[in-house]
């Protein structure tokens, strides 16, 4: 029997338009680039975590909470999940916000987020933006978001910042550098 060596790390998601899918399967990339076993599975197809070390979790965040399908699967995998280290990330509007009053609120770690970061023991959560469409959006929205420093719409994401974050999950694993470096979407 062999020993396997390389860490093993979930990458379990929950999305609403596919930004998060998208960051998950990019931080996927980065990690197997850089020599981890990695799974990728949305939370209703998550695998077994018994052979996983490490676990990331990402979901959109709706109403200032995670989305159901994660709130589900920490609840029915708590002890699990308490026994491996975890790392978690959400993608909504907030980062994308600029202006004193948008990059404050931008800041503030919703309590429910808070509450399922707090239940886990997580290692590290990130927030990050993901895409904001003008379309079906009301025009009092619209407003708020531009009142609150939304400077652009579409895919807001920050690359740069969301790559950095992997690699410091991966050198957190005492990965190499990778062979070839993955691009975003």
Known sequence: MTQHTSPRVSVVYASAQGSTREIAEFLAANLTARGATVEVADAEHAPDLSRFDT???????????????????????????????VWLFSVGLGPALKGPIGRRLGRVVPKKIAAVRDSLGTHEYRAFAGHYERAGVSLPARALFRLMGGTRYGDVRDWHAITAWSDSIADSLRLPEPQAIPTHP
């Not at 979901?59 to 280290?85: C, F, G, K, Q, W």
Request: proline residues 3%; glycine residues 4%.
């Open 55 to 85: 676990v990331v979790i990402g979901s959109a965040v709706h109403n200032m909470a995670l989305l159901p399908e994660i709130e589900e699967y920490v609840r029915s995998h708590r002890d699990e999940l308490n026994a491996r280290t």
